[in-house]
């Protein structure tokens, strides 16, 4: 994990998170705008917030982290139903399709859309805590690395969980946007 963008032209965008209510620290990401492009503005705007329906801006501010899976992934970004199920993207529709599979999951903090199935991506995503995920390579577009925040990862990953891995205290993005 680097903490800087290995491109320029790529976006650098934060997550602020709180455990419980207690601030934890920032996650930091490098967007792979060159490669992933239209996955990357999907979540770029929703972090930033720019991208509105019927005039108000939606996005990741307030959304939670529904699932955690120890020394495997965090997924959040359920905005919509707040409980994995939810969906939704700047394009037309609630999903736009699978960009491309150049990136893999082969290390921790890599950032990749959450799906149902191919060419169902929407506002969900994951982190990778750990390498050993390939087998979502081909499934899953990784459009983006943590560049700074890894502790702040840790912390998310070391919350206890319930049935179907629902974190116990709730862990939620207080404020995101683009450095």
């Avoid at 490098?30 to 999907?42: Q, S, Y």
Wanted: hydrophobic content about 35%; charged content about 25%; some cysteine.
């Amino acid at each position: 994990m680097s903490n800087k963008a290995s491109s320029k032209s790529n976006p650098v965008v934060f997550l602020d998170v709180s455990i419980g209510g207690q601030a934890v620290g920032r996650m930091k990401f490098e967007l792979f705008a060159e490669t992933c492009p239209r996955t990357a503005e999907n979540f770029r705007q929703f972090c930033t917030g720019e991208h509105r329906r019927d005039g108000q801006p939606i996005g990741y501010k307030g959304a939670t982290f529904h699932r955690i899976i120890k020394d495997f992934m965090v997924q959040g970004g359920d905005f919509v139903k707040g409980d994995g199920t939810g969906r939704t993207c700047i394009y037309q529709g609630d999903v736009f399709e699978d960009e491309n599979f150049i990136h893999k999951h082969d290390g921790p903090g890599l950032l990749s859309m959450a799906n149902s199935g191919a060419n169902t991506n929407g506002c969900q995503f994951f982190i990778t805590c750990s390498s050993g995920a390939e087998f979502l390579d081909g499934k899953h577009v990784v459009f983006g690395k943590l560049i700074d925040g890894l502790l702040t990862l840790r912390k998310i990953e070391d919350v206890v969980t319930g049935p179907n891995n629902r974190p116990r205290l709730p862990v939620v993005i207080t404020e995101c946007g683009e450095m």
